[in-house]
């Protein structure tokens, strides 16, 4: 059996060649084009910037990331994109991949369907006090998916809530 059977080695990421992104397959839909934070972050008060930036670190603080722009939105990738967000005016919506069953009231949105192992979990943000533990964690979980520890033989997912947690 060959190290990309058994995920022991993952196969190495696809570059597109038009805009050089990094994908697990050349088949996924990504927005060719270079972007830039300023842009992105052009329409929202300061206060906006500076909660991705600690979202950014909270990321960092998990292993190796690529944190790229795109044009109405920032994406969060390990060797697949596990995290992310939107700003908008007053707010970032922060976006996570995490555990099927995870639940808690701060989620404005959930996406169902995405993958066997994970939900995509929205959560909005309007200050740098409401990146707390608890976003750590969600962030953490994130990082697993994105780094495809749950492929890896053995692995179970954990679903968790916490404060404000519906079950």
């Not at 060959?2 to 397959?25: D, K, T």
């Not at 939107?86 to 995490?98: C, I, M, N």
């Not at 533990?133 to 998916?145: D, G, L, P, S, V």
Request: charged content about 20%.
């Amino acid at each position: 059996m060959s190290g990309h059977q058994n995920r022991l080695e993952p196969p190495p990421l696809w570059a597109c060649p038009a805009c050089g992104e990094r994908f697990v397959s050349p088949r996924l839909w990504h927005s060719c084009g270079r972007h830039s934070y300023d842009a992105l972050f052009s329409r929202s008060e300061p206060h906006v910037r500076a909660i991705f930036d600690k979202l950014a670190g909270l990321a960092h603080a998990c292993g190796p990331v690529r944190i790229y722009p795109q044009k109405t939105r920032v994406t969060m990738q390990a060797r697949i994109r596990f995290a992310g967000g939107t700003p908008q005016k007053r707010l970032f919506v922060a976006g996570f991949l995490l555990p099927k069953g995870t639940r808690s009231q701060r989620f404005s949105k959930m996406i169902d369907g995405v993958s066997r192992h994970y939900v995509a979990c929205y959560v909005p943000l309007r200050s740098v006090a409401e990146v707390d533990a608890q976003i750590a964690r969600w962030m953490r979980q994130a990082y697993r998916f994105g780094i495809q520890e749950h492929l890896q033989a053995g692995a179970r997912p954990r679903a968790t809530g916490g404060k404000g947690t519906k079950r």
